[in-house]
């Protein structure tokens, strides 16, 4: 049998199978479902319950034309670097996805797709208790080094936990490759953390440069980025995975030039767009210090 599958059975729970037989699309579709159920429910809890603190801001205040807030919002420099750091890290860390599956079905597993689901299964739910766990670091190290420094500690964390892959991804240790994904966890919470908030500290010297408060413009241009960086990452994710030389014909096996592709691939497309990240974020004009001096001065 060989190291990267060959021989080995393709195994998949039946539970959403029909007539006794798996049916992975069936499943993807049902999980989807069910997730989405999740995601809406939760969300319009803010809307029920939260309250803008901000309100009072904009109320009685002059309408402005959208031609104008698009220019100003669009002009605004630290907010055009929080834009590409987004994207870069955004692309970077979603682009390997698609890598990362096929990594460990071919690579660590030998093509055993319950292995892969188990593994994938106990590390994405450890690493979800870590994520919720870690955002305490994370305030302290805000508190210590600022907003911008927590970034930094995030883009270095990602780059670890892609550089590991390389060591604790192997067929012999299968367990192994759940290390990986745990070191990345604690950047989960912290991102979603980190970028809502260093937003509000663009629109505060937005505010205190331009004398309007923009938050809906800022926060739709900064979420169309967003949705830009997943699509970006999506579309990238497959291609890398065809590039590689990934054969699906091949089903349980794929070649080890193909597997060592993927696994270069998977390790220089996060390298290549976190640096680009650090780089930006090193060039962000708003420190500690300037965003504790805008907060008092508002």
Not at 161 to 171: D, N, Q, V
Not at 218 to 236: D, E, N, P, Y
Not at 240 to 263: C, H, N, W, Y
């Amino acid at each position: 049998m060989s190291r990267y599958g060959l021989g080995m059975v393709s195994r998949a729970a039946p539970f959403f199978g029909t007539g006794g037989n798996p049916d992975l699309i069936r499943g993807a579709i049902w999980i989807t479902c069910f997730a989405s159920l999740v995601v809406v429910a939760l969300g319009v809890l803010p809307a029920i319950f939260g309250r803008e603190r901000l309100y009072h801001c904009v109320v009685g205040r002059p309408k402005t034309s959208f031609r104008h807030d698009m220019r100003l919002t669009l002009t605004n420099r630290p907010f055009l670097w929080l834009v590409l750091c987004t994207l870069f890290f955004w692309i970077g860390s979603q682009a390997k996805s698609g890598l990362a599956f096929y990594t460990k079905l071919y690579h660590v597993c030998g093509g055993d797709q319950m292995l892969a689901a188990k593994l994938v299964g106990i590390e994405g739910t450890v690493g979800m208790v870590i994520s919720i766990l870690s955002v305490p670091l994370f305030e302290r190290i805000v508190r210590r080094h600022g907003k911008r420094g927590a970034m930094m500690v995030v883009m270095w964390i990602t780059l670890t936990a892609s550089l590991s892959t390389y060591f604790f991804y192997t067929p012999e240790r299968p367990y192994l490759s759940i290390v990986s994904g745990l070191l990345l966890s604690p950047t989960g919470a912290a991102i979603w953390v980190l970028l809502p908030s260093l937003l509000g500290d663009v629109i505060d010297h937005d505010e205190l440069r331009t004398g309007e408060r923009r938050d809906g413009s800022f926060s739709a241009v900064f979420s169309w980025t967003f949705k830009l960086a997943q699509s970006v990452a999506v579309g990238l994710s497959s291609w890398l995975v065809v590039a590689a030389g990934f054969d699906i014909g091949l089903k349980d096996e794929q070649t080890p030039a193909t597997i060592f592709s993927m696994r270069l691939l998977f390790i220089f497309v996060p390298l290549v767009c976190l640096a680009l990240a650090v780089w930006v974020l090193f060039s962000f004009p708003l420190t500690k210090a300037k965003i504790a001096e805008n907060q008092a001065a508002l």
